[in-house]
């Protein structure tokens, strides 16, 4: 089976601007998670995503969106880019069940200027 | 406010040696905790999981334990490897009766393994 795959692997925008990053899961994984990972806060959780519908979310700005299509592939949005969002963003997938483990990909590093 | 604790940010033992990796939590109600290894590069690849019910867990190298009453779990990799070289992260979470899979991860561990 093939992996989750991020795109793109690298981004380089600046401040003001918007980004949409993508992620396909792992055929049959209905359940897409996505995180962020900075050096000083780690990695921390912004929201999942089950059949199309978000189901658990992180303590992030409303400027932080996603979504996820009928296929599972999911996209996240981050719109009016601050110096701050620059991190590795990670989406991971699962079946969908509590117990389920998550495959994370290899991520999308962010770079606002 | 930190839910899950790696207090030691580095770690460095000998090839053949055991290496012990800590985790502390806050979150009593966190029921299922996970160790995950990632490389550079890399995303984080799942290591091994261990539910409350239990207070070890096996799968080769890899042993976790968890202490429920103190809150702290630890992951034990016997004998330790050269290629076990990664930084080790320490996740939780809790059911939240069907709105689950929130992961509360720790800020990682590098170990490092000398030859």
């Known amino acids: 089976k093939a992996g989750v795959t991020q795109t793109p692997r690298y981004l380089i925008k600046t401040r003001g601007q918007q980004v949409t990053l993508s992620c396909s899961p792992i055929?049959?994984?209905?359940?897409v998670s996505w995180y962020q990972q900075t050096p000083g806060q780690g990695l921390q959780f912004l929201f999942e995503?089950?059949?199309?519908?978000?189901?658990n979310k992180g303590n992030f700005p409303g400027r932080f969106s996603g979504r996820q299509f009928s296929n599972s592939r999911s996209e996240m949005n981050v719109s009016t880019l601050e110096l701050g969002d620059s991190a590795l963003y990670l989406c991971?997938?699962?079946?969908?069940?509590?117990?389920?483990?998550?495959?994370f990909g290899p991520g999308t590093r962010l770079t606002v200027l | 406010d930190q839910q899950v604790k790696q207090n030691s940010p580095s770690l460095s033992v000998q090839e053949g040696r055991i290496s012990i990796l800590n985790c502390d939590y806050t979150?009593?109600?966190?029921?299922?905790f996970l160790w995950y290894k990632k490389y550079p590069a890399e995303g984080p690849t799942f290591l091994i999981s261990?539910?409350?019910?239990?207070d070890k867990n096996e799968d080769g190298r890899f042993t976790v334990f968890l202490n429920k009453s103190a809150k702290h779990l630890s992951l034990h990799i016997v004998p330790s490897q050269p290629g076990d070289s990664a930084v080790y992260f320490c996740a939780a979470s809790e059911d939240s009766g069907g709105s689950n899979y929130k992961l509360t991860f720790g800020k990682g561990t590098l170990l490092t393994v000398n030859p």
């Open positions: 991971a997938s699962s079946p969908g069940s509590y117990t389920d483990t998550q495959y």
């Open positions: 995503y089950f059949s199309e519908t978000q189901r």
């Open positions: 261990i539910s409350s019910i239990k």
């Open positions: 979150n009593s109600m966190f029921d299922y």
């Open positions: 055929s049959g994984h209905r359940s």
